[in-house]
């Protein structure tokens, strides 16, 4: 028995790549049976990231707690089969470029036709509608166009630059495991389903919005104000690198006795909130120079003694022995069958009364 609060819900997953699949896993491991269909040649995930005995720690890490089935979405003979399923689900997922489903006879209408409660969600890159409508997309066109490339800009001598992360992907995912609940929860009103639209531009758009694009929120206002990136960039320590933050006074001055620089504050030109404003350029080179001679055990042990806005830069490989994820149990092992121990994260979200089970494995290739 499935366990979590979306415990009897039931997904069909059409989706490939990311944004689709990452939504589905999300909803599974709060407690929702996902079928996951993929066609005989299997998804393109398959052939991404590293791999053990031919199976990839990109797939699997997306599609964790599902069912498979393996169809061929035009054979007309698989058609009842489709059918069925689509009768079966509360909601299904699929992130096609527009007009595919509805070639395929998977469209909206063609399933809300057979199971009118269906929640349907379909994701595209950038709509199904506009100039662009019709391109294939991947992460990188969306960082491009969204603005969140040129953001990267001010840490890279001025070069637009990709954040070395598919976050568009995944925060669309987000997004489309958020708006299907809600979905879900109007239908438990209404009795109805309805057609979800999500383009993953809109969600890169509306999460990049708040500090990414600030500038643009009342046009032509704070200008003179820096982009948010400015504000916050690593800084070199004498074994690594620390991030280091300060927006009120009283945040500044327990960052300056994490450091090793209690004095700092009591400098004229820092002795009041208006002054270390004015002056916070001095401030900042004053904390840099300090942290460049300080082992990062050492800042660590500052930030968490003062309680100040810091911390280490961890390399992929120390995030999993990190003090605070160990404690948090956040990196799981688990089996996955056909490639032995697997790490995975635990879901991020804690219910009290309907707690979620741990990681469970990513189905098999064709089973």
């Known amino acids: 028995m499935s366990q979590g609060p979306l415990a ?18 999300w909803l599974a491991e709060q407690g929702a ?15 991404s990231g590293p791999s053990v005995e031919g199976y990839s720690a990109f797939y699997a890490s997306v599609n964790r707690a599902k069912r498979l089935e393996t169809l061929d979405l035009a054979d007309e003979t698989n058609r009842p089969r489709l059918m069925e399923l689509i009768g079966w689900a509360d909601i299904l997922l699929q992130n096609f470029r527009p007009g595919v489903a509805d070639r395929l006879g998977l469209g909206w209408k063609q399933a809300s036709a057979h199971n009118p409660r269906l929640i349907y969600c379909s994701i595209s890159g950038f709509g199904p509608d506009g100039p662009y409508a019709g391109q294939r997309v991947y992460d990188m066109a969306v960082q491009a166009v969204s603005g969140m490339a040129d953001a990267q800009s001010i840490a890279s001598g ?7 992360d598919i976050v568009v992907d995944k925060v669309t995912a987000l997004t489309a495991a958020q708006a299907v609940t809600a979905a879900l929860y109007e239908r438990e009103r209404s009795g109805r389903g309805q057609h979800i639209e999500l383009a993953m531009l809109d969600a890169a758009l509306a999460f990049h919005w708040p500090d990414g694009l600030w500038h643009e929120t009342f046009p032509g206002v704070g200008a003179d104000y820096p982009p948010y990136a400015r504000l916050n960039r690593p800084v070199p320590a004498k074994d690594g690198a620390v991030i280091l933050g300060a927006m009120q006074y009283k945040e500044a001055q327990a960052l300056a006795r994490a450091v090793g620089m209690p004095q700092l504050m009591e400098e004229e030109r820092f002795s009041t909130l208006e002054k270390w404003r004015a002056n916070g350029g001095d401030f900042w080179r004053a904390l840099k120079a300090k942290v460049a001679e300080t082992p990062v055990a050492d800042l ?3 930030f968490i003694r003062e309680e100040a ?3 280490v830069i961890n390399p992929a490989a120390a995030v999993p022995n990190d003090p605070q994820v160990r404690h948090r ?12 121990p697997m790490r995975a994260p635990r879901h991020p979200a804690r219910f009290g009364r309907t707690p979620v089970a741990g990681p469970k494995p990513a189905p098999c290739r064709h089973e």
């Open 33 to 47: 049976e996902v079928v996951k269909v993929e066609p005989p040649s299997g998804d393109p995930l398959h052939l």
């Open 300 to 302: 660590r042990e500052g």
């Open 8 to 25: 009897g819900v039931k997904i069909v997953d059409f989706g490939q790549i990311v944004s689709a699949p990452m939504a589905a896993m």
């Open 158 to 164: 001025g070069r637009p630059t990709l954040m070395a």
């Open 329 to 340: 149990e956040l990196v799981q092992t688990i089996d996955q069958p056909g490639c032995g």
């Open 309 to 311: 806005i810091g911390a």
